[in-house]
Antibody, heavy 115, light 110 residues
Framework: EVQLVESGGVVVQPGGSLRLSCAAS????????MHWVRQAPGKGLEWVSL????????YYADSVKGRFTISRDNSKNSLYLQMNSLRAEDTALYYC????????WGQGTLVTVSS | QAVVTQEPSLTVSPGGTVTLTCGSS?????????PYWFQQKPGQAPRTLIY???NKHSWTPARFSGSLLGGKAALTLSGAQPEDEAEYYC??????????FGGGTKLTVL
C-alpha cells in the first residue's frame, strides 16, 4: 500500500525557517519524481515544487522561488522542503504527492506563519 | 506564470449532466498539458479522478470522463450523484516542469 506521510508543520514567525518532510512507502521511491502542493485555509490548491527521481532537476512556483528548496534522500525514501524567509501568505496545509499520474497524496502538514 | 481558469461554481440536478472546463492564459489547452482533474471534499486530501486528459484510475466512477473541448480541458459528469458534491480542480503541466492548478469549481448537486 502506498503511503505518503508529511511532517514538520508548526507555527513559525515571519522571516523564519522550517523543513518539511514526506516519508514514502509502498513503492520504489527513487523511480518517481515528487511534488509539493499547498492549500491556504479556505483556498484552492497551489503547486509549489517538483523534484526529479534523482534530485538532479528541481522546479518551483514563482511565489516560492529563491526561498524554498526541494530535496530528497532516496536512501531514506524521503522528500523534503526547506522553507526560508517565511511570510504570512505561506500559511497553508502542505501536501506531498507522487509524480507520474499524481496518483497518491499525503494527508498534509500544517504550516502557520504568524507572530 | 500561466493562469488556469475554471468556473467558480456550478450546480447540477441529481441524475443530470454537467461539464466543468479548464482554460489556460497561454492559449488552447492540448494533450501536451497532460490535463488532470482532482476531486476534494471538505477535510480531505485531493483525489485524482482523471490524468493525461481522459485516463481514469481504478477508483474513478464511470460517470466521470475527461476530454478536450473548444480549446479547454473538460470534465463531464453524467448522472450526478449526491456524493459528487465537492470542489474540483484541474491541473496543467507546462513543459513538464511547471504545473499550475486552476482556482477550483465548487459543484453543488441540488
Amino acid at each position: 500500500e502506498v503511503q505518503l506521510v508529511e511532517s514538520g508543520g508548526v507555527v513559525v514567525q515571519p522571516g523564519g525557517s522550517l523543513r518539511l518532510s514526506c516519508a514514502a512507502s509502498g513503492f520504489t521511491f527513487d523511480d518517481y519524481a515528487m511534488h509539493w502542493v499547498r492549500q491556504a485555509p479556505g483556498k484552492g490548491l497551489e503547486w509549489v515544487s517538483l523534484i526529479s527521481w534523482d534530485g538532479g532537476s528541481t522546479y518551483y512556483a514563482d511565489s516560492v522561488k529563491g526561498r524554498f528548496t526541494i530535496s530528497r534522500d532516496n536512501s531514506k525514501n524521503s522528500l523534503y522542503l526547506q522553507m526560508n524567509s517565511l511570510r504570512a501568505e505561506d500559511t497553508a496545509l502542505y501536501y506531498c504527492a507522487k509524480g507520474a499520474e499524481w496518483k497518491y497524496w499525503g494527508q498534509g502538514t500544517l504550516v502557520t506563519v504568524s507572530s | 506564470q500561466a493562469v488556469v481558469t475554471q468556473e467558480p461554481s456550478l450546480t447540477v440536478s441529481p441524475g443530470g449532466t454537467v461539464t466543468l472546463t479548464c482554460g489556460s492564459s497561454t492559449g488552447a489547452v492540448t494533450s501536451g498539458h497532460y490535463p488532470y482533474w482532482f476531486q476534494q471534499k471538505p477535510g480531505q486530501a485531493p483525489r485524482t479522478l482523471i490524468y493525461d486528459t481522459s485516463n481514469k484510475h481504478s477508483w474513478t466512477p464511470a460517470r466521470f470522463s475527461g476530454s478536450l473541448l473548444g480549446g479547454k480541458a473538460a470534465l463531464t459528469l453524467s448522472g450526478a450523484q449526491p456524493e459528487d458534491e465537492a470542489e474540483y480542480y484541474c491541473l496543467l503541466s507546462y513543459s513538464g516542469a511547471l504545473w499550475v492548478f486552476g482556482g477550483g469549481t465548487k459543484l453543488t448537486v441540488l
